[in-house]
C-alpha cells in the first residue's frame, strides 16, 4: 500500500526544516511550506505504519474550512499548490493550543469518569454520562509539545506564566468559540455533531492568525447526528468520525502511549481500514466525492509544487 512517509528537500531558500508528528515544515524568509504526510499519531505517538491519503484528506479538509472562516478572524494560508501541501505566512505560534468542547467526550470524559469534576480550572456538573452535551462550550487549553505530551493547563494559569498576554488571551478565547460555532453550523449541514476540536494560533506583525489545520479528523471529534438522542438514552456508544477509532483500537490492544507498552502489529488490513474511515469522514466533512491522488514520483511532484510556488 503505497503512502507519504516522509519528505526531506534542501530548498535553495530554505532557512530550516522541521518535522512533526505528522506534517513536514519547511521555512523560508516570511512563509513556509507545511507537507502533510500520511504519517498517524495517536496518544502523542508516531505510529509505525502510514495511512494511503491521509495527509491529503487533512490537507484539504483544512484549506476548505480556513477559507470559510476568514471572515470570523486571519488565517495563514496563501495557497494549496499540491494536494498534500499548504504554503502560507511564517507565524510565531503560541505555546498554548485552544482546546474547545461542546460534548463529555474523550480525555475529558476519561477525566471525568475518574472523578474529576474540573478539567483545565473549568468546572463540570454533576451527573453526566459520556457523550453528554455539556451545557455550553467549554475551553480547555493545553500547553503545546514539539515532543512527548501535551499538558492541561488552566486560563489563569497561562496568564499567570505569561504564556499569553491576557488581552491576547482574550481575543483567542473569542476566535475560538466563534469558529466553533461556524465549525458547529458546517457540520449540521452535513448531518454531523461537531464534538470537540482544537485551535493553534500566532502573530505575525502584531496581528494575531489562525494557523495549522482546522475541524480535520485529526484536530476534530464528530458524531453522526442522526440516532445521536437514541443511542444516548440507551447508554449505547456514538456513531463517531474522528481519530477516536484509532485511540479505541489501541486501547483494546494494550497501548496508551505510557512507557514500556508497545504499539500493536498495524496489519494491511489495519491500516486499509484506517484509511477507508478517513476517507469516509472527508466525504461526510465535506460533502464531496474524494479524488485519489497518483501516488506515482508524488515526492518529486510535491518539491516542484513548492518551489514553483515559493519562486
Not at 129 to 139: S, V
Not at 149 to 169: A, F, G, K, P, T
Not at 178 to 185: I, K, P, V, Y
Request: net charge negative; with cysteine.
Amino acid at each position: 500500500m503505497q503512502a507519504l512517509n516522509q519528505t526531506n528537500y534542501n530548498f535553495p531558500k530554505q532557512s530550516r526544516f522541521y518535522s512533526g508528528k505528522v506534517r513536514d515544515i519547511y521555512y523560508f524568509s516570511n512563509t513556509l511550506a507545511m507537507v502533510a504526510t500520511d504519517r498517524i499519531s495517536a496518544f502523542d505517538v508516531v505510529l509505525p505504519k502510514a495511512i494511503p491519503y491521509k495527509g491529503q484528506v487533512l490537507n484539504q479538509i483544512a484549506a476548505e474550512n480556513l477559507e470559510a472562516t476568514r471572515d470570523i478572524c486571519p488565517n495563514w494560508l496563501i495557497n494549496t499548490p499540491d494536494p498534500n501541501v499548504a504554503v502560507g505566512l511564517l507565524c510565531e505560534p503560541y505555546p498554548v493550543e485552544m482546546v474547545i468542547r461542546g460534548y463529555l467526550a474523550g480525555h475529558a470524559w476519561r477525566e471525568y469518569s475518574n472523578g474529576k469534576r474540573q478539567v483545565c480550572g473549568v468546572a463540570l456538573p454533576e451527573g453526566l454520562k459520556e457523550n453528554d452535551k455539556l451545557p455550553q462550550p467549554i475551553i480547555t487549553p493545553t500547553t503545546k509539545a514539539h515532543e512527548g505530551h501535551d499538558e492541561d493547563i488552566s486560563r489563569d494559569e497561562i496568564i499567570r506564566q505569561n504564556l499569553v498576554h491576557e488581552e491576547e488571551y482574550q481575543l483567542l478565547e473569542k476566535y475560538t468559540y466563534a469558529l466553533f460555532e461556524r465549525g458547529t453550523e458546517r457540520a449540521k449541514k452535513q448531518g454531523l455533531i461537531l464534538v470537540d476540536t482544537k485551535y493553534e494560533f500566532g502573530k505575525s506583525d502584531a496581528t494575531i492568525y489562525l494557523i495549522d489545520e482546522i475541524h480535520t479528523p485529526d484536530s476534530s471529534r464528530y458524531f453522526y447526528a442522526e440516532g445521536y438522542e437514541k443511542r444516548q438514552k440507551n447508554d449505547q456508544p456514538q456513531k463517531q468520525l474522528s481519530k477516536e477509532f484509532v485511540r479505541q483500537w489501541l486501547i483494546s490492544n494494550g497501548f496508551q502511549g505510557k512507557d514500556e507498552q508497545q504499539v500493536p502489529e498495524m496489519t494491511d488490513e489495519i491500516v486499509k481500514s484506517i484509511s477507508d474511515r478517513y476517507l469516509e469522514l472527508y466525504e461526510k466533512v465535506t460533502g464531496k466525492s474524494f479524488i485519489k491522488q497518483d501516488y506515482t514520483n508524488i515526492e518529486e511532484r510535491i518539491k516542484n509544487s513548492i518551489i514553483d510556488t515559493i519562486n
